[in-house]
Nanobody, 115 residues
Framework: QVQLVESGGGLVQPGGSLRLSCAAS????????MSWYRQAPGKQRELVAS???????NYADSVKGRFAVSRDNTKATVYLQMNSLKVEDTAAYHC?????????WGQGTQVTVSS
């Protein structure tokens, strides 16, 4: 059974940092296009960052310069380093994997930025 398990969320003050992880039980992980999405209450889900199998990276304008996505194919894990967090970054963050004709979602991890 394929699983994407996110971790690393929590409560942090504005300006703080968090590192999210997404561990994937995916055969052929290195071939997957991995993304982080977020959804705040009452808002649409939005793409935060994505990374192709060849290392190409894309960020939402709202997080450029503050967030960094990376992956470790040997651990089948994708990371999201979040710095200079803002209140508006508060959301449930979900990991997404697309590849080999399939798509998978994780259950999400909550990030709350508040003083």
């Amino acid at each position: 059974q394929v699983q994407l398990v996110e971790s690393g969320g929590g409560l942090v003050q504005p300006g703080g940092s968090l590192r999210l992880s997404c561990a994937a039980s995916l055969s052929g992980f290195s071939l997957y296009y991995m993304s982080w999405y977020r959804q705040a209450p009452g808002k649409q889900r939005e793409l935060v960052a994505s990374m192709t199998s060849s290392g190409g990276i894309n960020y939402a304008d709202s997080v450029k310069g503050r967030f960094a996505v990376s992956r470790d194919n040997t651990k089948a894990t994708v990371y999201l380093q979040m710095n200079s967090l803002k209140v508006e970054d508060t959301a449930a963050y979900h990991c997404n994997a697309v590849g080999l004709g399939r798509q998978y979602w994780g259950q999400g991890t909550q990030v709350t930025v508040s003083s």
